[in-house]
């Protein structure tokens, strides 16, 4: 099957469906790993891609350029300046030159050794990414960012999962794949803000409608009863019970004796 020539345009033929089923095809890693092309390859084992049927297939180092750059190579070569791995999609491993540029590589590689990237060139190229992501935010919105670790469904279901109150931000974490803090972030809305069910999240801690809050007794975490709360205030004003001893009865750590007595929990109790 024929390539598309090297200046033919890139984005215009990458609909929203072709780069969701590009992304598919590429494994994804670590910033300084190599993501091999998953589809058909050349001879020489570059990837080729045709975002639809009946298309002439492009080659995928470009596609991967001017996906994340957001920019088109047009008739400039693009070299995997920083592998020279053929199947390779990482577009921190791409760099754009000319003809001369990928001859003078060729020749300072050698194509019988491994080229070593020096630390630095490891570090700019983790930074290069990132910067791509961060100036185009639209084009790689949630699931599209070929970094993401979650798709829609997923963070739907976290916080569905996280709004029932009986499972915590690292257990959810160590069940897809992600830290603690990223489940925070998501069902805080802080991430994937494109991403909602129509409602809003029932989570504990900030960010909720007042009328939604689930507080006191009515929260599935509770440990206490608002009656109980008021004799911890009770109790604790007299000074004559230390805070630990008052903490061992209810059944609860110190930290949240001292925040229901400084009335940071169980504001709504008077």
Not at 20 to 42: A, P, Y
Not at 50 to 68: C, E, N, Q, W
Not at 216 to 233: F, M, N
Not at 259 to 270: F, L
Request: proline share 6%.
């Amino acid at each position: 099957m024929d390539i598309t020539a090297k200046n033919d345009p890139i984005l215009p033929r990458m609909s929203d469906d072709a780069r969701q089923r590009f992304w598919n095809k590429v494994h994804i890693g670590l910033l300084k790993d190599c993501w091999e092309w998953q589809g058909s390859r050349t001879r020489w084992e570059y990837g080729r891609f045709a975002p639809s049927h009946g298309d002439k297939p492009m080659f995928v180092h470009r596609i991967s350029y001017a996906l994340t750059r957001n920019e088109e190579p047009d008739d400039l070569v693009v070299r995997h300046f920083y592998c020279d791995n053929p199947p390779c999609c990482n577009p921190s491993h791409l760099e754009i030159g000319t003809s001369a540029d990928n001859v003078a590589d060729m020749m300072r590689k050698g194509r019988h050794g491994t080229y070593k990237r020096t630390q630095e060139h490891k570090n700019g190229a983790a930074k290069r990414i990132k910067q791509m992501f961060r100036e185009n935010p639209g084009i790689y919105q949630g699931a599209r960012n070929p970094m993401a670790k979650l798709n829609d469904t997923q963070v739907l279901e976290i916080r569905t999962k996280y709004g029932t109150g009986t499972t915590s931000s690292e257990i959810l974490g160590r069940e897809y794949g992600v830290s603690g803090a990223t489940i925070l972030h998501v069902v805080k809305g802080e991430r994937w803000k494109h991403i909602s069910d129509g409602r809003v999240p029932n989570y504990p801690g900030q960010g909720m409608r007042p009328e939604l809050a689930q507080r006191g007794e009515d929260h599935p975490g509770s440990k206490l009863t608002a009656e109980q709360v008021l004799a911890i205030r009770a109790k604790y004003k007299g000074r004559h019970t230390p805070m630990s001893k008052i903490a061992t009865e209810y059944g609860v750590c110190g930290s949240t004796i001292s925040s229901i007595v400084q009335r940071k929990i169980w504001t709504h109790i008077p």
